[in-house]
């Protein structure tokens, strides 16, 4: 299989204020794309930070996923553990994805109920994929 099996899409540009824009730093004015291992790590970030069933008037019923339901819920282990679980499943209904075989969600004792989320992906094309990013669920 193909790095084309990854995709390409509009590169987004994710902001520190926690807003998400398309690239538009392009010599030609456009905006940019991203592909293969880069697009799966694009779409996964995303895939993370949208609320399951936000894009169900879309006919997205099932894209997203339940991290939204442990804001200002205590980071304790049993939560932890629980916000891993929901990453996991997030992560295994994007097709591109075959298997995550390491994830690790740990609480950021710097900045009171953020997360840091890092997993290692195996791609239905058999490349490795990283990836990592902060959730705020304070």
Same mark, same amino acid.
């Given at each position: 299989?193909?790095?084309?099996?990854?995709?390409?899409?509009?590169?987004?540009?994710?902001?520190?204020?926690?807003?998400?824009?398309?690239?538009?730093?392009?010599?030609?004015?456009?905006?940019?794309?991203?592909?293969?291992?880069?697009?799966?790590?694009?779409?996964?970030?995303?895939?993370?930070?949208?609320?399951? %069933?936000?894009?169900?008037?879309?006919? +997205?019923?099932?894209?997203?996923?339940?991290? $939204?339901?442990?804001? *200002?819920?205590? #980071? !304790?282990?049993?939560?932890?553990?629980?916000?891993?679980?929901?990453?996991?499943?997030?992560?295994?209904?994007?097709?591109?994805?075959?298997?995550?075989?390491?994830?690790?969600?740990?609480?950021?004792?710097?900045?009171? %109920?953020?997360?840091?989320?890092?997993? +290692?992906?195996?791609?239905?094309?058999?490349? $490795?994929?990283?990836? *990592?990013?902060? #959730? !705020?669920?304070?």
């Amino acid at each position: 299989m193909t790095a084309d099996a990854l995709k390409t899409d509009l590169r987004l540009a994710f902001k520190d204020t926690g807003e998400v824009d398309l690239d538009w730093s392009t010599d030609a004015g456009g905006a940019k794309t991203v592909s293969g291992k880069d697009n799966l790590i694009q779409a996964l970030t995303l895939r993370l930070m949208i609320y399951r %069933g936000h894009l169900e008037p879309l006919g +997205h019923t099932r894209y997203g996923s339940k991290v $939204a339901e442990l804001i *200002g819920e205590p #980071l !304790d282990r049993q939560n932890l553990e629980l916000l891993r679980r929901y990453v996991r499943q997030a992560l295994k209904e994007d097709p591109r994805v075959e298997d995550v075989t390491e994830l690790t969600v740990t609480a950021r004792p710097d900045l009171p %109920g953020a997360v840091d989320v890092r997993a +290692h992906i195996l791609a239905v094309t058999g490349d $490795a994929v990283e990836l *990592g990013l902060a #959730l !705020d669920l304070g």
